[in-house]
């Protein structure tokens, strides 16, 4: 296929998108009566769309662009990551998701106030707050990328627009805007993938069977992998065993997710939207290191092609650019964007969650004021995400591997609060405490004093481990008090 420019229809797709998702965060404007609506659209999502919303809040352009990355450079290992999410949706919808719908709370941190004292809750939000603002940084470079490649545009430039179009309509619409964007841009991501899976494979003489037999013969279509070691992460027990740590701490104790599960009528919709998310985002995984395989075998094909490029993150920007024709070039780099937009908006709402009920509410603010802090806090986070996107824009590394090692640095010690206080009655409010900074501790000593080689999905493995026992340990010594800071809201189950 001849060399098609980014033309005028390309720029008429890509710009009607953004005007799409803006219009839904005008027209779903959220937050007239107050904050409960603002944060969980009063309780009344369909649990379809939450799903929907979930799986599109996972897929961010680290998956769009970082999985081909992955099986383009390296083969289909990493698949191995969704082989724990049975065990992580068999927990969260038998314990965590009756846990958080139980107690009537909007933010999954203030349910530890109430387990155990305010100083967890704020150590637990801080943590939240954390791993999310870095984790935001990479979903805004992401698209970034692709749009620099194909435009020529200053890629400081792109991620201040796609930062700036997120925010706006995310500040907009709270959290009913979120969710009805994240459908739609589900749909387009989606749609933006099996193009490419089909224009990579028009272009290859025999078709899927070729490139399979080829990508077969190279060993690109290795999945399993039960070699020891802990510095790479492409084995077995890293990717299939030790990253459960990881997948069940974002979908038990990520804001993002729990404020999901709460923005449903109940605990059976709250968990057949989490269910739906699980098997939707097998395939998603399956579709996109399949596009890696195609244009692996696409570059096979026809390597004078690529010549010049050595960064496997921009094999595809590169192939967007070069071979697709008018308007489908437009469409793919609406569906990167959708891909990261959705993460995007997802990860300013709940930092604005965060901050109006676990900081500003709960340290004296104006109820009467909260929907507007919310709002503001909402820009706040976005700003603050466009510059650790441009931070992001130094590192070298594949873009899907660097926001999972990013979420993995905080993940641990979250999750082994968690476990704390969900599967251990007598640990108390500084065992929680203690135990999690004593997690962190751990961490940093294994990796940074010790400097043993530790592949990062083993990072919340040790940060929840050293969590859980230093919390029983310090438990057993400073018992548990009874708690009463924080009343029960009325309603309960929301």
Known sequence: MIHQPFAIIDWVVLISYLVIVLLIGAIYRSGREGIF???????????????????????????????????????LRLLQLN??????????????????????????????????????????????????????????????IVVAKITGIDMRIIIIVVGAVTVAYTTLGGIRAVI???????????????????????????????????????????????SWNMADPRNFWAAGVAYVAIDLAIRATDQQFVQRYLSCVDVRRSQYAAILSAVLGFFVA????????????????????????????????????????????GLIVAAVFAA??????????????????DFYLRFGGNREKALSFARTTSALWGALGILFALYASSFGMNIFELALSFTS???????????????VPFASG???????????????????????????????????????????????????????????????DL
């Open 83 to 144: 082989l724990c999410v049975p065990v992580s949706i068999i927990v969260v919808c038998a314990v965590f998701i009756p846990f958080y719908r139980r107690s009537g709370a909007m933010s999954a941190y203030e349910v530890l106030e109430r387990r155990f004292d305010l100083k967890t809750r704020t150590l637990a939000s801080s943590y939240y707050i954390a791993h999310v603002l870095l984790r935001t940084g990479i979903l805004i470079f992401g698209p970034s």
């Open 180 to 226: 009805w964007t994240d459908v739609l841009q589900f749909m387009i991501l989606m749609a933006g993938g099996v193009l490419i899976l089909v224009f990579t494979s028009i272009d290859i003489p025999g078709g899927a069977d070729a490139i399979f037999k080829m990508a077969g013969s190279a060993g690109k279509l290795r999945w399993f992998d039960f």
């Open 409 to 423: 640095l905080f993940t641990g010690a979250l999750l082994g609060i968690f476990i704390l206080a969900v599967a």
């Open 340 to 357: 990261a937009m959705s993460s995007i908006d997802s990860a300013i709402n709940s930092l604005a969650n965060t901050a109006t009920n």
């Open 286 to 329: 399956i579709l996109f290191f399949g596009v890696g395989i195609f244009l692996w075998a696409y570059y096979q094909t026809y390597s004078e092609a690529i010549a010049g490029v050595n960064d496997p993150n921009v094999v595809l920007p590169h192939y967007i650019a070069t071979r697709l024709p008018w308007g489908v070039s």
């Open 430 to 492: 500084w065992g929680a405490f203690l135990g999690s900074i004593t997690g962190m501790a751990t961490l940093a000593f294994v990796t940074k004093g010790l400097k043993l080689p530790v592949a990062w999905p083993w990072y919340p493995v040790i940060s929840m481990g050293a969590t859980i026992v230093a919390g029983i340990f310090i438990s057993i010594i400073v018992p548990r008090r009874q708690p009463g800071a924080l009343k029960e809201r009325a309603g309960g």
């Open 37 to 75: 609506e603002y944060f969980l659209g009063q309780g009344r999502m369909q649990w379809w769309a939450v799903g929907l919303s979930l799986i599109a809040t996972s897929v961010s352009a680290s998956t769009f662009l970082g999985n081909p990355a992955e099986a383009f450079q390296f083969d």
